[in-house]
């Protein structure tokens, strides 16, 4: 069992919504930072938005997404308006001790990844 899973991904068509979701399994997650990457086809993972007690976002995204987080439910959400093509990627929910880290290698544990595509 995946220690973190997203859903909500699929095909949507640009200008349109959609509500990622990661589920963590049991643990301590109130302590964690919980973040979202993206990795779209021959690009480098890069970071769309984090939380830890307010939410953090990349320039590709700001002022487009919204981040947030219910501890009690184990749940980190992304929710994505106005979706682009350039926003087709892996969606990935990712954790770590401490404050929001923007860069990818600071996370030691990660989804398996929600795959978003946007058709214009």
């Known amino acids: 069992q995946a220690q973190l899973a997203e859903t909500g991904g699929g095909l949507v068509q640009a200008g349109g919504s959609l509500r990622l979701s990661c589920a963590a399994s049991r643990g301590t997650f109130s302590m964690y930072a919980m973040a979202w990457f993206r990795r779209a086809p021959g690009k480098e993972r890069v970071f769309v938005a984090g939380i830890k007690y307010n939410g953090v976002y990349g320039d590709s995204v700001k002022g487009r997404c919204t981040i947030s987080r219910d501890n009690a439910k184990n749940t980190v959400y992304l929710q994505m308006n106005n979706l682009k093509p350039e926003d087709t990627a892996i969606y990935y929910c990712?954790?770590?001790?401490?404050?929001?880290?923007?860069?990818?290698?600071?996370?030691?544990?990660w989804g398996q990844g929600t795959q978003v595509t946007v058709s214009s």
């Open positions: 990712a954790a770590k001790f401490g404050g929001v880290s923007m860069s990818s290698d600071d996370y030691p544990y």
